[in-house]
């Protein structure tokens, strides 16, 4: 019995730790990768949460990656083909001063990414 309780502790620990961890990854490119699934879990689209993945090499971001989410497709693709363009090459300083425009007939799901990116830099800066 005391080894079973021993394994749920130490599994409940390394769960938790691997969760911490995914939050940000450095690749071996030198590339960090932020990842805002458990950052913005509050932050809801039209239907759900938007994650993002947001790819920053020397200080700019390379790109961001939309993560699965429940928001209608078809509307969804015009924000991946829009709106998360609007980062790339710029530096992580800039873009938190920079207020992007939504797509237009996506307005949820555009706020939604916008806070996801927000969290995602704030959250590079801070670590």
């Keep these: 019995m005391k080894k079973q309780i021993l394994c749920l502790v130490l599994g409940l620990?390394?769960?938790?730790?691997?969760?911490a961890q995914s939050v940000m990854?450095?690749?071996s490119d030198g590339t960090t990768?932020?990842?805002?699934?458990?950052?913005?879990?509050?932050?809801?689209?039209?239907?759900?949460?938007?994650?993002?993945?947001?790819?920053?090499?020397?200080?700019?971001i390379v790109k961001v990656v939309?993560?699965?989410n429940q928001e209608t497709p078809k509307y969804f693709a015009r924000i991946k083909k829009s709106l998360l363009p609007l980062?790339?090459?710029?530096?992580?300083?800039?873009?938190?001063?920079?207020?992007?425009?939504?797509?237009?007939g996506a307005t949820f799901s555009s706020k939604a990414v916008?806070?996801?990116v927000k969290r995602g830099l704030e959250?590079?800066?801070?670590?």
Aim: aromatic share 6%; glycine share 6%; net charge positive.
């Design 66 to 68: 939309a993560l699965k």
């Design 25 to 27: 990854t450095k690749k």
């Design 33 to 60: 990768v932020i990842n805002t699934t458990s950052l913005a879990k509050d932050v809801n689209g039209y239907v759900g949460t938007t994650p993002v993945e947001i790819h920053i090499q020397k200080q700019k």
């Design 87 to 104: 980062w790339e090459g710029m530096k992580v300083s800039k873009a938190l001063k920079t207020d992007v425009d939504g797509v237009t």
């Design 13 to 19: 620990t390394m769960a938790s730790a691997a969760s």
């Design 114 to 116: 916008k806070e996801n």
């Design 123 to 127: 959250y590079y800066k801070k670590h």
